[in-house]
Each structure stands twice: as C-alpha cells, then as structure tokens.
Nanobody, 127 residues
Framework: QLQLVESGGGLVQPGGSLRLSCAAS????????VGWFRQAPGKEREGFSC????????VSADSTKGRFTISRDNAKNTVYLQMNSLKPEDTAIYYC????????????????????WGQGTQVTVSS
C-alpha cells in the first residue's frame, strides 16, 4: 500500500520551531517531487513549499519564505519541513504530497499534479 505519513506536529508558542516529517511507505520517494500544503479552519488548502525529486530545486510561498525550510533524505525515504519563527497564522493541518514530474528539477506548490497525500498533522501556534 502506497502511503505518506506526516509527523512532528503539535502545540508551540509564537516564535517557536517545529520539524515536520513526511515518510513514505510502499514506494520510493526519490523519484518524486514533494510538496507541503496546509489548511486552516474555514480556508482553502494552501501550497507553500516543495522540493524537486533531485533535491536541487525548492519553491517557497511568500507566507513562509525565510522561516520554513524543506529538505529531503532519500536514504530515509523522508522529506522534512523545518519551521522557525512560527506565528499564530501558521496554525493549520499540514499535509505532504508526492508527484511524478516531467523533470527532476521542478516542483510546484499547487495541489495538481500531486497523486499521493498524507493524512495530515495538526500544528497549533498559540501562547
């Protein structure tokens, strides 16, 4: 069974940090671009970070640029999201997703063409 599992979410104070993990099982992530998305209550799902299958290219949305860093460890079949300087508006359910792209050097932060999605992990930023 092909699946992605996110972990590392939780409650953190404003200004704090969390590291999310996205682990794949049933398939090898190293041929896939991976994106991170989030959805806050009453809002649409937002794509904000992705990394190409080669790991050489990343894209970040303005909302998280300079605070969040995406990386991958293909040996561990895992992609990470380091989140620093967290703000209350970062509160959401965070999802990772995997996609086969035409080139190893590209990724996108829109839901299509991601085929595999995790179940999400809750991140709450509050004092």
């Amino acid at each position: 069974q092909l699946q992605l599992v996110e972990s590392g979410g939780g409650l953190v104070q404003p200004g704090g940090s969390l590291r999310l993990s996205c682990a794949a099982s049933g398939f090898t992530l190293d041929g896939y671009a991976v994106g991170w998305f989030r959805q806050a209550p009453g809002k649409e799902r937002e794509g904000f970070s992705c990394i190409s299958s080669s790991g050489g290219s990343t894209v970040s949305a303005d909302s998280t640029k300079g605070r969040f860093t995406i990386s991958r460890d293909n040996a561990k079949n895992t992609v990470y999201l380091q989140m620093n300087s967290l703000k209350p508006e970062d509160t959401a359910i965070y999802y990772c997703a995997a996609a086969l792209m035409a080139f190893q050097t590209i990724c996108v932060i829109r839901p299509a063409p991601y085929d595999y999605w995790g179940q999400g992990t809750q991140v709450t930023v509050s004092s």
